[in-house]
């Protein structure tokens, strides 16, 4: 499956984006789907993720009220809804699909076979 995610800019803080990957290639709704980001000299580390079949998403402590994930098989897209940005959720935001992802290991970019290139997010105070 190929990704491509798209939607970041640059917005004040408090303000919102909506990012979006948009899937190809193959059956999207038999893919678990994620988003990451790494921020300037830090990993890259988990931010949300939706098990297959339009499972509720499982998000990272961090962006837990403020993002929102879903997905639209028929479209093949997967959506980040990010309001209340602050300037801490600036980073290269990835978004990633496997078909083989357990529970244990959803919010492990190690456990994504497929990633798309990033999106930059840019939020300033």
């Known amino acids: 499956v190929q990704l491509q995610a798209s939607g970041g800019g640059l917005v004040q803080a408090g303000g919102s984006l909506t990012l979006s990957c948009a899937a190809s290639?193959?059956?999207?709704?038999?893919?678990?789907l994620a988003w990451f980001r790494q921020a300037p000299g830090k990993e890259r580390v988990f931010v949300a993720a939706?098990?297959?079949?339009?499972?509720?998403?499982n998000y990272a402590e961090s962006v837990k009220g403020r993002f929102t994930m879903s997905r639209d098989n028929a479209k093949m897209t997967v959506y980040l809804q990010m309001n209340g940005l602050k300037p801490e959720d600036t980073a290269v935001y990835f978004c990633?699909?496997?078909?083989?992802?357990?529970?244990?290991?959803?919010?492990?970019?190690?456990?994504?076979?497929?990633w798309g290139k990033g999106t930059q997010v840019t939020v300033s105070s």
């Open positions: 990633a699909a496997d078909a083989g992802v357990i529970l244990s290991t959803m919010t492990k970019d190690s456990a994504y076979a497929y």
């Open positions: 290639g193959r059956t999207f709704n038999n893919y678990n």
């Open positions: 939706s098990r297959r079949y339009n499972s509720n998403p």
